[in-house]
């Protein structure tokens, strides 16, 4: 099973913009459909984006499209979500995950990673 770390969270302020990175180690990564959560205080954890194994597909929900972009390099076993025009409500904890469908519930994701803190201020 892959396992996976995030990367590149902080403090940022209205419309700026932050990109988050997951390595993941294993020789499978490539095999596997990637997504991105996030979860705020609270709340449920909310599905932000997700990318197909060759990076043929992606999908975002209306609350991020045009705002953020999900990539990912797979000679480099890591995917990246360039976030832009962040705001104040994109505040909470980031995770990335790993699956073998296409889908946007986190019941059918079978690794993740730590989490990693996004901010932003007013």
């Known amino acids: 099973q892959v396992q996976l770390v995030e990367s590149g969270g902080g403090l940022v302020q209205a419309g700026g913009s932050l990109r988050l990175s997951c390595a993941a180690s294993g020789r499978t990564f490539s095999t596997y459909v990637m997504g991105w959560f996030r979860q705020a205080p609270g709340k449920e954890r909310d599905f932000v984006a997700l990318i197909s194994s060759t990076s043929t597909y992606t999908y975002y929900p209306a609350s991020v499209k045009g705002r953020f972009t999900i990539s990912r390099d797979n000679a480099k076993n890591t995917v990246y979500l360039q976030m832009n025009s962040l705001k104040p409500e994109d505040t909470a904890v980031y995770y990335c995950?790993?699956?073998?469908?296409?889908?946007?519930?986190?019941?059918?994701?079978?690794?993740w990673g730590q989490g990693t803190q996004v901010t932003v201020s007013e």
């Open positions: 995950a790993a699956t073998r469908i296409y889908s946007s519930s986190p019941d059918d994701y079978d690794a």
